[in-house]
């Protein structure tokens, strides 16, 4: 199988580049394909493609734009069985995740489409006599979308429907190592009928590629999700040319646990939490911060529950918990694990690869629990990206809100409690962007904000009408009759 890019309404052969082979991370002896690492000047192609399409798009209305949307939502809910087996083979997650994932990507294209009846600007009262005064929303141009590997169906769909929403026309980079599922994606708008050029997929690295959708002054806004590292570059190179820029990061996200939570409960969520995707999330909860009287209770619960955890390939239905994507990503994670274990920190459980055969051939890692974990600690501050949880210890709440802000990110944070005072007190003091009660910290509803503060977001929001007001500007109109 080979993937194409997607270039003015055509699946284009590049020619002559390097191929890059995508294996199973699960089992690195199957081949899932290859695919072509495209240069500067393909997305050169795909901007003037773009170029080229947006007269006739920003021409449109929202309501007929939001038909195409709505169309091609129909086209990934109908193929959520086959795009969720190809996301396992390429990115490794369980098949129940994946197929979760595509109709998750379909709601948020309907979300997104169900804005186009929205006002998308005002009236209002002038100083002058007679002047009709109102304000418009247009969009900005040609903008690119880069995601990485680990929801390669969500991420794209939080960024590309409102960037078409809003009349733009755009140039998408899947990362490197999920190449397949941004083929699903280009395809679904094909099949939905958007016109030619409106949406063009260029596939290759984030050095050259996404460098290039960055960097070339065309391009009017860059919607990224991935590092901090890469998110900050970006932004100084999109300011260079006054091109907006959105910047989903990383997490640390803490699940705060008081004394008076029901530890059945809790014990789920911070496992789930910490180890569903392999604790390749963004919204992982990677830290608990347990209150010290149930402390003991809670880690002797929850190590029962993380022990019984099955690791394997993620088309078999037994599995909890796929491989992490890719042989660096494990090297990073059991490095990680290392310097816990350097760091002071007690490892309970896991901490290595999980030994038999059918682990041989992929990219395991066992879920891993560390408790005596002090928030100074590297394994308490730095985003581990895999299934490592780190308990730490506070003597009370206000402790505990010190531990949970004491990180330069802040995306999520949740908190396990039936103290009305206390959650209130939680949701006023916290440092993130999205807050749960009782629930760990990932999953989120698609028509709401979704984003992260501090070192974890530009502060722009993505999800419903903020999404599309990144990818919009305001006109602000006055008309007024000749005889006045
Ligand atoms: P990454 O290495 O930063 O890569 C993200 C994307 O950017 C990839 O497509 C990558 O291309 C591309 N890229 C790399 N260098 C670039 C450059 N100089 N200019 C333009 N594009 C460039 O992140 P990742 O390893 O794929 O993903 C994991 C990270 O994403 C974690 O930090 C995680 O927390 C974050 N994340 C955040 C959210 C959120 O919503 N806040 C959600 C999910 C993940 P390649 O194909 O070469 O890699
Ligand atoms: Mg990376």
Same mark, same amino acid.
């Given at each position: ?320 918990? !796929?491989?992490? $994507?890719?042989? /660096?990503?494990?090297?990073? #994670?059991?490095?990680?694990? *290392? &310097?816990?274990? +350097? =760091? ?17 051939? !992929?990219?395991? $890692?066992?879920? /891993?629990?560390?408790?005596? #974990?002090?928030?100074?600690? *590297? &394994?308490?501050? +730095? =985003? ?33 409690? *039936? ?66």
């Amino acid at each position: 199988m080979e993937c194409r890019n997607y270039i003015g309404g055509e699946w284009t052969d590049l020619g002559q580049v390097e191929m890059r082979e995508i294996r199973n991370p699960a089992n690195t002896d199957e081949i899932v394909g290859r695919c072509p690492m495209a240069q500067r000047e393909h997305v050169q192609q795909a901007v003037d493609a773009a170029a080229g399409a947006f007269p006739a798009w920003r021409a449109l209305t929202y309501q007929e734009r939001a038909k195409v949307i709505e169309r091609a939502s129909e086209v990934l809910e109908a193929k959520a069985e086959e795009i969720g087996r190809m996301l396992t083979r390429e990115e490794g997650k369980t098949f129940a995740e994946a197929r979760g994932e595509v109709t998750h990507g379909a709601d948020l294209l309907r979300s997104y489409a169900s804005l186009a009846r929205q006002a998308w600007g005002g009236v209002f009262s002038p100083a002058k006599p007679d002047t009709f005064l109102y304000t418009l929303r247009e969009p900005l141009g040609v903008v690119s979308t880069i995601s990485p590997w680990n929801y390669p169906i969500t991420i794209p769909c939080r960024k590309i429907p409102a960037a078409l929403l809003g009349g733009n026309t755009v140039i998408v980079k899947p990362s490197q190592l999920t190449p397949f599922t941004g083929w699903h994606m280009a395809k679904a708008f094909e099949e939905a009928g958007l016109p030619s050029g409106v949406l063009n997929m260029v596939t290759g690295s984030g050095a050259v590629v996404g460098d290039e959708m960055v960097r070339n002054p065309i391009i009017r806004a860059i919607s990224f999700t991935g590092s901090n590292e890469v998110g900050r570059e970006i932004a100084g190179v999109a300011a260079g040319h006054g091109a907006k820029a959105q910047l989903e990061l990383g997490g640390k996200n803490p699940l705060i646990i008081l004394k008076d939570a029901e530890l059945e409960r809790a014990t789920d969520l911070a496992m789930d939490g910490a180890m569903k995707g392999t604790g390749q999330k963004c919204t992982a909860t990677s830290r608990v911060i347990v209150e010290r009287e149930i402390a003991a209770d809670f880690v002797e619960m929850l190590l029962e529950k993380v022990k019984r955890i099955t690791a394997g390939d993620g088309m078999n239905p037994d599995t909890y918990m !796929g491989p992490l $994507v890719s042989e /660096t990503q494990r090297q990073t #994670v059991l490095e990680y694990i *290392r &310097i816990g274990k +350097e =760091e002071g920190a007690r490892l309970l459980c896991g901490g290595g690869i999980p030994s038999g055969a059918e682990y041989d051939k !992929g990219w395991f $890692v066992d879920a /891993t629990v560390f408790d005596n #974990v002090d928030p100074d600690m *590297r &394994i308490a501050r +730095e =985003e581990i990206f895999g299934p490592v949880l780190s308990v730490l210890v506070a003597d009370d709440f206000d402790e505990a809100i010190e531990i949970a802000n004491s990180v330069d990110y802040g995306l999520s944070a949740a908190i396990c409690t *039936r103290d009305v005072e206390r959650i209130m007190d939680f949701v006023n003091r916290i440092e993130a962007g999205v807050v749960r009660v009782n629930h760990h910290t990932s999953s989120t509803d698609t028509h709401v904000p979704f984003g992260g503060v501090k070192g974890s977001s530009s502060g722009f929001r993505e999800h419903g009408i903020m999404a599309v007001e990144f990818f919009t500007q305001v006109k602000t109109v006055y008309i007024q009759p000749l005889s006045r």
